[in-house]
């Protein structure tokens, strides 16, 4: 048997003896000091052990790192209100307008036909114009104006034709803002914004004038401006005119002197 089991037995014939062998008095006394020692065990170890637990809970509390704070946003929404928004009334489509075939039915939409203002116009025509007496035809230097967007030019004479662009041929429109009529006739009219019908006028050396009988000596030519809303060519416009001015043929005069004078002979 080993010592541990000695001692055990031992332990145990002890408490039998103090709960058994003892008397009546000594078995009361035993207990009453049981109960003592069992009472200040309870009252004393078991606090102890409590409060053992509790300061290392409260440890491993302090132990652990703080959480980060949260950050929080507070959105306010806007109160809902029971007014409905009135949807936009649709609007009808747009009309595409017919397109103008030409600049011709551009420019009739304009009017074409004369300011009922007439503005007054800068003219450099020539007064006269010196000729051969026996000249039946003469070039008109460049001629300018200004005073509108859009002109008539109208040249006209008695016993005269008028000739421009192609000599010797009757032209027509050059393109449809640009009107010519009258070509090689006694009342020629260009029409068309001011500047390209000047330069019109003034195309191949200039406008020339021929005599329909005779020769040109003597006679006069007119030539007016009228200011338009768009190009038209038609004659009766010509005489809307309030800017005009005359040109006449002058004959250079041709003098036949006599000298008479000693002729020596060797």
Request: glycine fraction near 6%; aromatic fraction near 4%.
């Given at each position: 048997?080993?010592?541990?089991?000695?001692?055990?037995?031992?332990?145990?014939?002890?408490v039998?003896?103090?709960?058994?062998?003892?008397?009546?008095?000594?078995?009361?006394?035993?207990r009453?000091?049981f109960?003592?020692?069992?009472?200040?065990?309870?009252?004393?170890?078991?606090?102890?052990?409590a409060?053992?637990?509790?300061?290392?809970t409260?440890?491993?509390?302090l132990?652990?790192?703080?959480l980060p704070?949260?950050?929080t946003t507070?959105?306010e929404?806007?109160p809902?209100?029971?007014?409905?928004?009135?949807?936009?009334?649709?609007s009808p489509?747009?009309?595409m307008?017919?397109?103008p075939n030409?600049?011709e039915?551009?420019?009739?939409?304009?009017?074409?036909e004369p300011?009922?203002?007439?503005?007054?116009?800068k003219?450099?025509?020539?007064?006269?114009?010196?000729?051969d007496?026996?000249?039946?035809?003469?070039?008109?230097?460049?001629?300018?104006?200004?005073?509108?967007?859009?002109s008539l030019?109208?040249?006209s004479?008695?016993?005269?034709?008028?000739?421009?662009?192609?000599?010797r041929a009757?032209d027509?429109?050059?393109?449809?803002?640009?009107?010519?009529?009258?070509?090689l006739?006694?009342l020629?009219r260009i029409s068309?914004k001011?500047s390209?019908?000047?330069?019109?006028?003034?195309?191949?050396?200039?406008l020339?004038a021929?005599?329909?009988?005779?020769?040109i000596?003597?006679?006069?030519?007119?030539?007016?401006?009228?200011?338009m809303?768009?190009?038209?060519?038609?004659?009766e416009?010509?005489?809307s005119?309030?800017?005009?001015?005359?040109?006449?043929?002058?004959?250079l005069?041709?003098?036949?002197?006599?000298g008479v004078?000693?002729?020596?002979?060797?």
């Amino acid at each position: 048997m080993s010592a541990l089991d000695r001692i055990i037995d031992s332990a145990k014939e002890r408490v039998d003896y103090i709960l058994h062998g003892q008397s009546r008095r000594a078995k009361l006394i035993s207990r009453v000091a049981f109960l003592a020692f069992a009472a200040l065990f309870l009252s004393t170890i078991i606090p102890t052990m409590a409060q053992d637990a509790q300061s290392n809970t409260q440890q491993e509390v302090l132990e652990q790192p703080p959480l980060p704070a949260q950050e929080t946003t507070t959105a306010e929404l806007p109160p809902e209100t029971s007014t409905a928004t009135p949807l936009p009334s649709a609007s009808p489509d747009p009309t595409m307008e017919a397109l103008p075939n030409s600049i011709e039915d551009s420019t009739t939409a304009i009017a074409a036909e004369p300011l009922v203002d007439q503005p007054r116009y800068k003219l450099r025509v020539p007064a006269s114009l010196n000729v051969d007496p026996r000249a039946v035809m003469r070039t008109i230097p460049a001629i300018s104006a200004s005073g509108s967007e859009f002109s008539l030019i109208c040249v006209s004479g008695n016993g005269l034709r008028f000739d421009v662009a192609t000599r010797r041929a009757p032209d027509s429109a050059a393109n449809d803002s640009l009107l010519l009529g009258g070509d090689l006739s006694s009342l020629l009219r260009i029409s068309g914004k001011s500047s390209d019908a000047l330069a019109l006028l003034n195309s191949m050396g200039g406008l020339s004038a021929y005599s329909s009988v005779s020769a040109i000596a003597g006679k006069t030519l007119s030539i007016s401006f009228v200011a338009m809303g768009a190009p038209d060519i038609s004659p009766e416009f010509c005489a809307s005119s309030q800017n005009s001015a005359q040109l006449t043929f002058r004959a250079l005069g041709l003098e036949v002197t006599k000298g008479v004078g000693t002729v020596k002979l060797k």
